[in-house]
């Protein structure tokens, strides 16, 4: 039986996948930290606070696909055992952090800043 050819993504951009979430944590935290104390002076700050979790968020989703794309690529193959381990850490990486992105971008509705 012939082997499969297994298409892959580049190692570099699995590595940028595995790294991009937890640096959109990080944007988001600060970032969020950064205006919230503005929610009560500019009611345009809320939709700023969403829209900087929807896109931390979907940076994040993309990125587990690209995890999940190595996954199955590389499923079946012995040989390609570490672009399993690879797939599957980028695609726990990015599941815990868009958990913490998404968690933290529900204090915009639920908590209120103003006293």
């Not at 919230?36 to 929807?54: E, I, K, M, Y």
């Not at 499923?75 to 990015?94: C, D, H, N, T």
């Not at 599941?95 to 204090?107: A, D, K, P």
Request: proline content about 4%; some cysteine; charged content about 10%.
């Amino acid at each position: 039986m012939k082997a499969r050819a297994t298409p892959r993504w580049p190692l570099a951009i699995v590595w940028l996948a595995a790294v991009l979430p937890i640096v959109m944590w990080a944007v988001h935290l600060t970032g969020s930290a950064a205006i919230a104390h503005d929610q009560c002076t500019h009611s345009s700050v809320t939709w700023v606070l969403h829209g900087l979790t929807v896109v931390t968020g979907l940076v994040c989703i993309g990125c587990g696909l690209i995890g999940w794309s190595v996954w199955r690529a590389a499923r079946g193959e012995p040989a390609s055992a570490p672009y399993q381990f690879l797939g599957v850490l980028v695609v726990a990486i990015a599941v815990t952090n868009l958990l913490l992105i998404v968690w933290e971008g529900s204090y915009t509705e639920f908590l209120t800043s103003c006293h």
